[in-house]
């Protein structure tokens, strides 16, 4: 007869089990609310071991930030083939799976949890954006995006993150209507910057010749133009 032995982690195994179970007990509660008490008792150790291997909740919290904020980075990234639109709405979906697999740890993430006025999760958070933005940059092809451009990429990260947090707030528009929206969001943003200046045209134009009429963006222009008949119309202005 054998007996059950509990295996020995190495300290690099039980820290990535520590992050792992932190994780997990952050995405259903704010992390305020977990207490390493918590987390001990989840990864199968006592409290003292957990500061063994983290100094302190902050610290742990830090760690698990980490992890968390690598792998919300990596939903955006997309093979650079096919048409811009249905890219965007597969990012759209990989990042709303996160959201709603990690959904108070996705707000602690974003709002700062016991972390706020910590410079290393401010800046875990702003690498985020800032990933974000460079893979939708990449997906435009352009090294170096003029100024109104970076300001349409930029706009529209900040607001995919302001919808997924209005989002958790109860849930009350179909995720899938979301993500499609987001997506006609990015073209509307980018369309009314061309409107203002004839490199942002450049890129809007470029990027729509490469679109499929039932794409993301063909569906937009159906839908605003069902909006047509029902627009005042508009006296002719001489533009500036």
Known sequence: MTTGVRRRMGVEERRQQLIGVALELFGHRSPDEVSIDEIAAAAGISRPLVYHYFPGKQSLYEAAL????????????????????????RVMGRFFDFVDDHGPGFAALMRGGPAVGSSTANAMIDGVRRAACEQIL???????PPA??????????SLAESTALMWLDGRRIPR????LQLVHDFAALAA???????????????????????????????RLSSLAPAVPAVPAQRLP
Not at 66 to 88: K, S, W
Not at 176 to 179: G, T, V
């Open 138 to 144: 990449a997906h435009l092809g352009v090294e170096e």
């Open 66 to 89: 980490r992890r968390a904020a690598d792998e919300l980075a990596a939903r955006f990234v997309e093979p650079r083939e096919g048409p811009l639109g249905a890219r965007l709405l």
């Open 148 to 157: 109104r451009l970076e300001l349409v990429v930029r706009s529209w990260v």
């Open 176 to 179: 899938a209507e979301l993500e």
């Open 192 to 222: 009314v910057s061309a409107a203002y200046n004839e490199e942002m045209a450049g890129v809007v134009l470029r990027v729509l010749a490469q679109e499929p009429a039932d794409g993301p963006f063909g569906d937009l222009l159906v």
